[in-house]
């Protein structure tokens, strides 16, 4: 199994790969793409377990899906290019702020990410659902995050809570309780 990271300016925009079973990193190439500063890849993985990236640009409305079809060769496939509808999101078009559209799953889902809230989005880039934070200077905001956990990985005897154990303090804000 291996532990990949997506291209990134500082890595020379190739992907970062370290093998578990023989505790070696190397580097695997990305999809054939045009590198710049302004765009977001995001790995994933589809349904019939080939990796996935998926590319996007700050403030663009086009969005685009790949997949490694021959891990070995390094042979990357244009699966979707996704069109955003942004007139069903004017608040977009109206936010002088960064918006960051990044594709979260294999299907094509998109999550738009700006300063008031968050837009699902499917591949055909229509608008499913809002999220709006609730108060616009809030400094608690909504993120998507790059990581992702496998429901394949070990379930090792020390990850398994116990009964003794309290919520963690990260979590204490999701709590109704008001003694928290």
């Known amino acids: 199994m291996d532990l990949l990271w997506p291209p990134q300016e500082?890595?020379?925009y190739q992907m970062l790969v370290f093998d578990?079973?023989?505790?070696?990193?190397?580097?695997?190439?990305p999809p054939p793409v045009t590198m710049a500063d302004d765009q977001?890849?995001?790995?994933l993985e589809f349904s019939d377990g080939n990796l996935g990236l998926s590319v996007s640009r700050k403030n663009q409305a086009t969005l685009e899906l790949w997949c490694l079809e021959d891990y070995r060769d390094e042979v990357w496939v244009l699966k979707h290019?996704?069109?955003?509808?942004?007139?069903?999101m004017?608040?977009?078009?109206?936010?002088?702020?960064?918006?960051?559209?990044?594709?979260?799953?294999?299907e094509g889902d998109v999550l738009i990410q700006s300063r008031y809230g968050l837009f699902h989005c499917d591949r055909d880039g229509n608008l499913l659902r809002?999220?709006?934070f609730n108060q616009p200077r809030s400094s608690h905001r909504?993120?998507?995050?790059?990581?992702?956990?496998?429901?394949?990985?070990?379930?090792h005897p020390m990850f398994k809570p116990s009964e003794n154990d309290a919520e963690p303090p990260f979590?204490?804000?999701?709590?109704?309780?008001?003694?928290?």
């Open 10 to 12: 500082r890595q020379g």
């Open 20 to 29: 578990t079973g023989n505790e070696v990193f190397s580097w695997k190439r």
């Open 40 to 43: 977001e890849m995001r790995l």
């Open 81 to 88: 290019t996704i069109q955003l509808a942004l007139q069903q």
């Open 90 to 106: 004017p608040a977009l078009l109206q936010d002088e702020h960064l918006w960051i559209p990044a594709v979260v799953s294999s």
């Open 130 to 132: 809002r999220f709006w």
């Open 142 to 155: 909504v993120l998507p995050v790059r990581h992702v956990l496998r429901k394949s990985l070990v379930q």
């Open 171 to 180: 979590f204490r804000w999701l709590s109704s309780d008001p003694s928290w």
